[in-house]
């Protein structure tokens, strides 16, 4: 019996002292535009609030697609704690859906991308000498839509693999020693 519980009390050993932690990543908390936004004006910038201190990645931090495969500007883009902003020629934006590719490093070095869209719905510049309609709008992006949850791809190797691994060396070191012939007395 005894046998059997030192055996036990290895193999669970040998199980916790393989299942390492997995490292956790930042990941994406909300989005200005949220995601699945719809805008009357083009946002002036795009905000990514992270779940832990971020850096800029070294490519790209922001890159804003309009639907017909062109690029909005992104002017400049700076991390601050775990806020990414990127500042947007808004006078190249366009109506139509977009898609904003996103890249972050985190605090252990590796880079997380995602992406999520939003539409605008921005009127057609007419190309008449005649002054524009004087109409108030906000320079804020106003949307009711959730903030974007999207997740973070990470580069680690998720828990419920380490737990399985684990799982199956207790019960191996379990059938090896169930296999053991009895000693002769």
């Not at 808004?90 to 590719?101: I, P, R």
């Amino acid at each position: 019996m005894t046998r059997y519980f030192s055996a036990l009390v290895l193999a669970l050993l040998a199980a916790t002292a393989v299942v390492v932690p997995a490292q956790a990543h930042a990941e994406l908390r909300s989005s200005t535009p949220a995601s699945g936004a719809t805008l009357a004006a083009p946002p002036a910038t795009v905000e990514l609030v992270f779940s832990e201190s971020i850096q800029l990645p070294d490519g790209a931090a922001v890159t804003v697609t309009g639907a017909d495969g062109s690029k909005v500007p992104v002017t400049q883009a700076q991390a601050v704690d775990r806020t990414i902003t990127a500042t947007l020629d808004v006078k190249a934006a366009k109506s139509g859906a977009h898609t904003v590719a996103w890249a972050a490093k985190s605090e252990d070095g590796d880079t997380i991308t995602g992406t999520f869209a939003f539409t605008m719905t921005v009127p057609e510049q007419t190309s008449s000498s005649a002054p524009p309609p004087s109409t108030a709008v906000s320079s804020a992006p106003a949307s009711n839509a959730p903030p974007s949850t999207t997740p973070a791809e990470s580069g680690g190797v998720p828990l419920w693999v380490w737990l399985l691994i684990g799982l199956v060396v207790v019960v191996g070191a379990i059938l090896l020693v169930r296999r053991r012939k009895p000693e002769d007395a």
